[in-house]
């Protein structure tokens, strides 16, 4: 009985995460903002990535699970500690994606809590006086009492529902438009764009890795530079999470 209750909880949980317990925020940007955002950052989006938006004044957020970095995956090897500590040299934002890259609502509070006091940790011994303010959920997954509790400890935390953040963005699961190849047609990136100015909204871009061949859940470098090039040439300032959220007015809570 118990075993069959707990797929059923879980949907509860999940779907709840999704429409409930919101951290609502009024957005007060003065013009459309864009992010691009990187997630378990497999070694190519910081090679072609990074590269790409630098050659173009940008920076992105990386959103690292620092227990596994180094790792080979199916798909990827993740960037080493090396790398990290270049990407915040550079100025780019590195966000926290738990420490195991576990999926949130498989823990406790207590099990949620040392994930993410672990990840501050070991990222703190690679970068001297980083603070990890933005969250991302691994797997896009989460349950409704781990969002209240990740949506509290951090600034924001970011999912994988498709949508523009515009009017009142909910912090505890911004939306994003995915940067796949199998899925970013320019048709759609014209839409999302023409929907970005016209709401004055926050389009979060998300993706793993940028390669050639880009994994399923990736994009090539001629898509990233393309998107960035758009972006662009329509004045959209891009700003990492961090900086777009003060763009927004957003003041953490004392
Ligand atoms: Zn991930």
Same mark, same amino acid.
């Given at each position: 009985m118990h075993s069959r209750l707990q797929p059923l909880i879980k949907g509860v949980l999940r779907r709840g995460a999704r429409h409930l317990?919101?951290?609502?925020?009024?957005?007060?940007n003065t013009a459309p903002l864009v992010s691009f955002t990187f997630d378990d950052v497999p070694d190519s989006a910081y090679t072609n990535g990074a590269a790409i938006l630098e050659q173009h004044g940008v920076r992105g957020t990386f959103y690292v699970?620092?227990?596994? +970095?180094?790792?080979?995956?199916?798909?990827?090897?993740l960037i080493d500690p090396a790398q990290i500590r270049a990407l915040h040299d550079a100025g780019h934002e590195i966000g926290c994606h738990t420490f195991s890259h576990v999926g949130v609502e498989d823990l406790d509070a207590r099990q949620m809590a040392e994930e993410c006091t672990q990840n501050q940790r070991r990222l703190l011994e690679l970068c001297p006086?980083?603070?990890l303010t933005?969250? +991302?959920?691994?797997?896009?997954?989460a349950s409704l009492p781990r969002k209240l509790q990740l949506?509290?400890?951090?600034?924001s935390c970011r999912g994988i529902y498709e949508g523009i953040n515009a009017g009142v963005a909910d912090l505890g699961m911004l939306r994003m438009i995915a940067l796949y190849d199998r899925t970013l047609t320019s048709e759609k990136l014209r839409r999302a764009l023409r929907e970005t100015r016209e709401r004055n909204g926050w389009l979060i871009f998300a993706t793993h890795d940028v390669a050639d061949p880009p994994s399923w859940i990736g994009c090539a470098p001629r898509l990233l530079r393309e998107t960035v090039a758009a972006v662009l040439a329509e004045n959209m300032p891009c700003l990492p999470i961090r900086d777009a959220l003060a763009a927004l007015g957003y003041r953490r809570p004392h």
């Open positions: 317990g919101s951290k609502p925020l009024v957005m007060r699970a620092s227990g596994i +970095c180094g790792s080979r995956d199916t798909h990827w090897r006086g980083i603070a933005n969250f +991302c959920y691994p797997f896009g997954r949506q509290k400890r951090f600034d």
